[in-house]
């Protein structure tokens, strides 16, 4: 019994480890590409747009939705590895 909480300790660890990995990705896109280096990014264009911008209009929402992929892959993979997927 002891074996198998510390196997559940230890996919919730990873769990958490995954979330704060992809939380602090799209917190660098949305805050840090589109409000602190706005202006470094806006030496270049995409789309048409300056980089900054589009990263504070589009760029943080697309970063979050490709997490969310992201994130379904990986615990997919961190299920079936701890035995806990769903069939």
Known sequence: MESKK????EYW???????????????FVSFGCGILFTEELNQFRFAGFKLGFWFAQQGSIYAFVLIIFVYVWLMNRLDRE??????
């Open 6 to 9: 510390a196997r559940m300790k």
């Open 13 to 27: 660890r990873r769990n958490v480890r995954i979330l704060i990995m992809l939380l602090s990705i799209w917190f």
């Open 82 to 87: 701890f035995d806990v997927h769903e069939d």
